[in-house]
């Protein structure tokens, strides 16, 4: 079967790193994407990795190895309103996206 | 009005009601999606549509019935809904159905959808 895991939840302080990882094991790899969503609101977009390797978008990064079957959003200067689910999905062989279940992510001041 | 938007935001059914759902956008798009969201559990995709023909049903009950009149709206019909059905229903449109960068999926807000 395909499967995407993530941590449940994370807590992290405003200002400081935080790390949310992603790992899959998918029929097939054509891309993963990240998106943000906050309580109540649609899922937006945050980035998008095909190639191994880190693109950097402002405050956000995303990290994939595709020999690993893992990425990572890194997430710096934290903010308050970063407070959210973040999403990882991967593209499988039949360019259909797998979920993963979604990381809260909690800052605290 | 612009992305994608739908309508209503929050809904409260019985398990005998009929009602539907509602989603509009404005991207230009030519593929649609609907999917449920519960909590802690992944995305599920339910219905895709391209250029208004459904090529997706991912084994959905039939008391839920999709409906795509034009590349722009798409509706999901309910019909004597379980409890269980109880989640947030999100739609989604993007560019084309493959899963390249151009092909990114905007999201609705969704519908808070409560089956007493």
């Known amino acids: 079967g395909q499967n995407i895991d993530q941590p449940t939840e994370m807590t992290a302080t405003e200002g400081a790193i935080v790390q949310i990882n992603c790992t899959y094991q998918t029929s097939g790899f054509n891309g993963l994407f990240w998106y943000q969503q906050h309580a109540g609101e649609a899922p937006t977009f945050l980035s998008y990795?095909?190639l191994d390797g880190l693109e950097e978008k402002g405050r956000f990064s995303s990290f994939l190895s595709r020999s690993k079957g893992y990425s990572y959003l890194l997430l710096k200067e934290l903010q308050m309103k970063d407070s959210a689910s973040y999403l990882c999905?991967?593209?499988?062989?039949?360019?259909?996206?797998?979920w993963g279940a979604g990381t809260k992510l909690i800052i605290k001041p | 009005e612009t992305g994608v938007t739908q309508t209503p935001r929050h809904l409260v059914m019985g398990m005998t009601n009929k009602k539907s759902l509602k989603c509009e956008q404005h991207?230009?798009?030519?593929?649609m999606y609907w999917y449920k969201q519960s909590a802690k559990k992944p995305l599920e995709l339910m219905f895709v549509?391209?250029?208004?023909?459904?090529?997706e049903n991912n084994s959905v009950p039939s008391r839920f019935s999709p409906e795509c009149p034009n590349s722009s709206h798409l509706f999901l019909h309910l019909h004597t809904l379980q409890p269980e059905d109880s989640a947030l229903y999100l739609c989604?449109?993007?560019?084309?159905?493959?899963?390249?960068?151009?092909?990114?999926?905007?999201f609705g807000p969704g519908t808070r959808l409560t089956v007493l």
């Open positions: 549509y391209s250029l208004e023909e459904r090529v």
């Open positions: 990795n095909v």
């Open positions: 991207l230009g798009h030519n593929a």
């Open positions: 989604a449109s993007s560019q084309r159905l493959a899963g390249g960068p151009t092909d990114t999926q905007y």
């Open positions: 999905a991967v593209v499988d062989s039949n360019y259909q996206l797998i």
